[in-house]
């Protein structure tokens, strides 16, 4: 039973268009929610994080907006790059114990 | 540049042998986790440890041991490799309490495992 889902395993848009990643959730005890970038050969790097107190949060390019009524989550990016193309994990985590639950992750491909 | 590293990267091996995969970090993080990757199934934790001595297991723990000898090394083991355990594996680590950004985990590059 995945308390993490990314419905999408993949996305394509335009360079200088907005990509949009989803991700819905079941728990809703988690208290943080994060997305990590991966590329091929290389382990999942952080990207941007939301703790569940907060509906937006922003770093650049970047944005992270958390619905908690619907358990859903979804990260921005505007404008996109050829270079942002990648893996794009969502994760959640509850407590100190710092474990992190992962989607199947979405492939995000940014066409020149 | 603090990293966290693992060894080998690519390993190809038998049914039935013993595997350890080894993971190094430089970060003076506490915690330290590992976990494998299958395709459409995303990230699941196998084992984590917040200290030298303290082991606790993940989702996917069976089949699998870990052994936590310092602060900065975290060893994974399969004792009995089957080819199931096909898979890639990662080390992370994090450091205690909050001064991390919220819950963040630094990740090895990942270790490529084909059990045969």
């Known amino acids: 039973d995945q308390q993490v889902k990314q419905n999408s395993p993949s996305l394509s848009v335009q360079e200088g268009r907005i990509s949009i990643l989803n991700c819905d959730y079941t728990?809703?005890?988690?208290?943080?929610f994060l997305w990590y970038k991966k590329y091929p050969a290389e382990g999942p790097t952080f990207l941007i994080s939301?703790?569940?107190?907060?509906d937006k949060n922003e770093d650049g390019r970047f944005t992270v907006f958390l619905n908690k009524s619907a358990k859903h989550l979804s990260l921005h990016i505007v404008p996109s790059q050829p270079g942002d193309s990648a893996v794009y994990f969502c994760?959640?985590?509850?407590?100190?114990?710092?474990?992190?639950?992962f989607g199947s992750g979405t492939q995000l491909t940014v066409l020149p | 540049d603090a990293d966290v590293t693992q060894t080998p990267r690519n390993r190809i091996t038998k049914t039935g042998k013993r595997i350890m995969l080894e993971c190094s970090q430089t970060?003076?993080?506490?915690?330290m986790y590992w976990y494998r990757q299958d395709p459409g199934l995303g990230l699941r934790l196998i084992y984590y440890?917040?200290?030298?001595?303290?082991?606790n297991k993940g989702e996917i723990s069976d089949g699998y041991s870990v052994s936590r000898q310092a602060q900065a090394k975290f060893s994974l083991s399969l004792e009995s490799a089957i080819p199931n355990q096909t898979a890639l594996y990662f080390c992370?680590?994090?450091?205690?309490?909050?001064?991390?950004?919220?819950?963040?985990?630094?990740f090895g590059p990942g270790t490529r495992l084909t059990v045969l």
């Open positions: 992370a680590t994090s450091p205690k309490g909050r001064e991390g950004r919220q819950n963040e985990q630094f």
């Open positions: 728990n809703s005890m988690f208290d943080y």
């Open positions: 939301i703790s569940s107190i907060k």
């Open positions: 994760a959640a985590s509850l407590g100190s114990a710092r474990q992190l639950t």
């Open positions: 970060k003076g993080h506490d915690r």
């Open positions: 440890s917040f200290d030298v001595k303290d082991i």
